[in-house]
Structures are given as C-alpha cells and as structure tokens.
C-alpha cells in the first residue's frame, strides 16, 4: 500500500503562486510532503540496486530570500547529512513536468573523474540510454537535451565541459509532462519511477568503480 497518492495539476500551479511565502507555505504543505513519501518509497529499491543504503533529502529552498523557487526535489543519496557532494538520484517538479534525474552536480568533487569515466564508457551509454531519455547540464534550468539527438559530439562536449567548467554538471533521466495520466496513479508512476532509475544504475556505477580506484 503506498503513502504516496499521485500528483495533480494542482501541484505544478503552486509555481504560479507570486510571492517567496505564498509559494513556499503551498510547496510545504502539498508538493513537497508528496516528494518525501515518494522518496521514502523508492529509497529501499534504490538501496538494492546500488549496494549503498539511500537517504532522502526533501529541498528546504533555506538560503531563498527574495525569489520564490521555479522547481523542487527530493534527492536520494547514500549519506544521511547530505547529497549536493554525492552523485545522487533525483524526483522532483517545474511547472511543466515532472523530472527524474541521475546527477551528478556542480559541488561534486569527483566531477572530473566521472567526465573521463563517462568517456571511457562512451559506446555503451550512448547505446543503453534509451531515445526517449534527455540530458541535461544545468538542474538549476527546466531545458533538456533529447537523447535522441545526443551524438558522439555532443556527448563529448558535455563530458569535456564537465572536466573544465568550474559549475559543469551533467543529469540524466526522464521528463513526464504534467499532464501524463501516469503522474495521477501512485502504482504506475512508482513503477515508471523504479524504471528509470534502474535504467540509470549503471552511470551510478562508474561512480562507485572512482571511489574504488
């Protein structure tokens, strides 16, 4: 029996609220308990999966102090205290769509590591990420990249910015438009959710072979 009941078109109009309070009361009282119980539901299948017990990590949006958030999140990563250093799996909304990330963001220090591992590794993940994946290289912006149209080139611009850029950051995952009736049924989208992440699993495992080396 699931904790998490679906989300509805009134979530994604909490990011049309003006005001930093308005929007932050709405996001603390329908969005972002609707992220933990999802998280919280996931956090043991992606504990199996990776071999690293999972935390959740609910966005607090704490440092905002004039401009209300676009989006929200719940991270999972494997230490209890936080995620932003660690790659990490992502659930979270902008007013367009529900995303679902792997990340592996700017505050990273095994970012430069993960670009030559992602090279290294560059036949089989543009072979295994499946077309209707996107890319994206800023979580702080709703834009992705189709991975449909992620070749050899542009796979290799975005692993050779993240050894370079000082804020580089490289996610990959799904979007699901606000309207997909999957976002409406807990089990379906629970499943769409365990999915995608497994599908996701092995770049999480590239990550694990550089704390080995």
Not at 14 to 25: A, K, Q, T
Not at 61 to 88: E, F, V
Not at 101 to 117: G, L, N, T
Request: glycine share 4%.
């Amino acid at each position: 029996m699931t904790t998490f009941k679906g989300f509805t078109q009134e979530d994604f109009d909490v990011f049309s609220i003006p005001g930093l309070e308005n929007r932050m009361e709405a996001l603390r009282e329908r969005v972002s308990p609707k992220l933990d119980a999802l998280a919280t539901e996931l956090a043991p299948d992606v504990t199996a999966m990776t071999g690293d017990e999972m935390f959740v990590h609910v966005a607090k949006h704490a440092r905002r102090k004039t401009n209300p958030p676009n989006d929200t999140w719940a991270a999972l990563a494997s230490n209890k205290r936080g995620y932003k250093k660690l790659p990490h799996f992502q659930i979270g909304l902008w007013e367009t769509h529900v995303f679902l990330w792997f990340a592996v963001i700017y505050e990273s220090p095994i970012k430069k590591d993960f670009a030559f591992k992602l090279e290294q590794h560059k036949n089989e993940v543009l072979q295994h990420i499946p077309e209707d994946f996107v890319w994206s290289v800023d979580h702080m912006k709703p834009d992705s990249i189709p991975h449909s149209k992620v070749d050899e080139d542009k796979y290799l611009s975005m692993t050779e910015r993240l050894k370079s850029v000082k804020k580089a950051e490289i996610l990959c995952g799904r979007n699901i438009e606000r309207g997909d009736e999957r976002l409406k049924d807990p089990e379906s989208f629970l499943a769409l959710c365990k999915e995608t992440f497994q599908t996701l699993e092995p770049l999480y495992r590239y990550t694990k072979q550089i704390e080995r080396e």
